[in-house]
């Protein structure tokens, strides 16, 4: 009886254990499965917006038409022209794309990518840490550093960053140049989607007081408007800068396509060429020289 009793506990424990063996096997293949999938929902996921963009053909920028040399329309033309328009244009070719930009202010570019109403945007558009939580960049097709405009004479009663308390400064409502004026005291005046000219003649007239903006966009946009009483302070030289093209950030398969031929670009000295074309200095180089770095600023 203990034998026959033995026998059949052998074949129980046995069957038990088979039964345990199938569960795992059974649970691995569908922790397998699943990770499978995953990894193809992802690879379509990272894929799907290239596919989008080369099955019409076309790929959409947002740009905003008023930033001089960067995005901007030929005087007396409709044709939109900068720096950051033929990079995209010529990205487009090469790619073998048409390009259509559509025109928007600047606080409304990252949500238009995040909505899909474009593919990309490319607006003299910094990278920063916080951006890159929520969308992808290019390598970088510009350096450069933040100045500010003032008046002539007594440079709007501005000799440091902490003399930005209590200043007007001219801006749009998200870029980092106002939330640099911000991080200094000083009151954000917002214009939308204004031309240059907007901001400048408010410095020049008093109702506000600077621009804390890019070097080589101040640059010329004070060189535009030679019967404006303002200027480039002389002695401020901060936040050094990159300016990429923005994109979804799951979009990585059209990151790669962009960076090749960002490189190719570098490489056969276009970039150059097209930055001495719009800026006279060849901004997609590292500038010379010590650029302060500001502490404390959350971007």
């Known amino acids: ?33 699943n990770t499978e999938n995953n990894n193809s929902e992802t690879a379509e996921s990272d894929g799907q917006k290239w596919n989008q963009i080369e099955e019409k053909g076309e790929i959409i920028v947002g740009t905003s038409g008023t930033l001089i040399a960067a995005s901007t329309y030929e005087e007396g033309t409709d044709k939109l022209t900068g720096y950051d328009v033929e990079i995209m244009r010529e990205i487009a070719d090469r790619l073998g794309l048409e390009v259509k930009f559509e025109i928007l202010g ?8 995040q909505s899909g109403r474009i593919d990309v945007a490319v607006n003299d558009i910094e990278v920063t840490d916080k951006r890159k939580k929520q969308f992808a960049f ?56 204004a031309p ?15 621009i804390v903006n890019d070097y080589y966009l101040s640059k010329f946009g004070v060189a535009a408007f030679p019967d404006f009483d303002i200027m ?24 790669t396509k962009i960076n090749e031929k960002l490189a190719e670009m570098r490489d056969d000295g276009t970039l150059s060429e097209l930055a001495i074309q719009f800026y006279k200095e060849d ?14 600023l959350d971007l």
């Open 1 to 33: 009886m203990k034998k026959v009793f033995f026998i059949l506990t052998f074949i129980l424990t046995g069957l038990l254990a088979a039964c345990g063996t199938a569960s795992e096997d059974n649970a691995n293949q569908e922790e397998a499965n």
């Open 138 to 193: 290019s390598d970088p097709y510009k350096y450069s550093y933040t100045t500010m405009v003032v008046r002539k004479g007594d440079y709007s009663g501005i000799n440091s960053l902490e003399d930005l308390e209590g200043k007007r400064a001219g801006g749009g409502a998200t870029t980092i140049f106002s939330q640099i004026a911000e991080h200094f005291g000083a009151e954000v005046i917002t214009y939308g989607n």
């Open 106 to 113: 600047i606080d409304g570019m990252l949500p238009a990518i």
């Open 283 to 296: 901004a997609s180089k590292k500038p010379e020289g010590e650029i302060e770095e500001i502490e404390g």
């Open 196 to 210: 240059n000219e907007a901001y400048l003649r408010d410095v020049d007239n008093g109702n506000t007081d600077v």
């Open 232 to 255: 480039l302070h002389p002695e401020l030289k901060f936040h050094p800068t990159e300016q990429a093209v923005v994109m979804p950030q799951e979009a990585t398969v059209l990151q």
